[in-house]
């Protein structure tokens, strides 16, 4: 069993667990209401974990985690509000906090 990611905020976690059951990986969560053991704990210890059961699955989860987590590909996009450019990373404007808009959708044939 190894440990495939773990953040401070449960949501993305549980993101990645979902991602990984849907490649088929067998995954566990661990740590998933120890915010009660913060100050017991160091505050990074306490945070949900996501770990593959099978070591052979190790590689192959942080690669899809890694694929589905990042934007590095991800054009900039341009605030309508204000003209101001921001990072594919940013969902909202860091200049007038204007939403980002929604992605446009293409047709399919």
Known sequence: MKLVYTSDNRFLVGNA????????FEVIMRNEHAVSAVGELPAFEAWPQL?????????PACAVLASALSDKDAPPWQCSACGEANDAAFDFCWQCRKDRPPEPVSPTD
């Open 17 to 24: 667990r979902n991602l990984l059951e849907a490649q088929g």
């Open 51 to 59: 770990w593959v059961l099978e070591d052979k699955d190790y590689g």
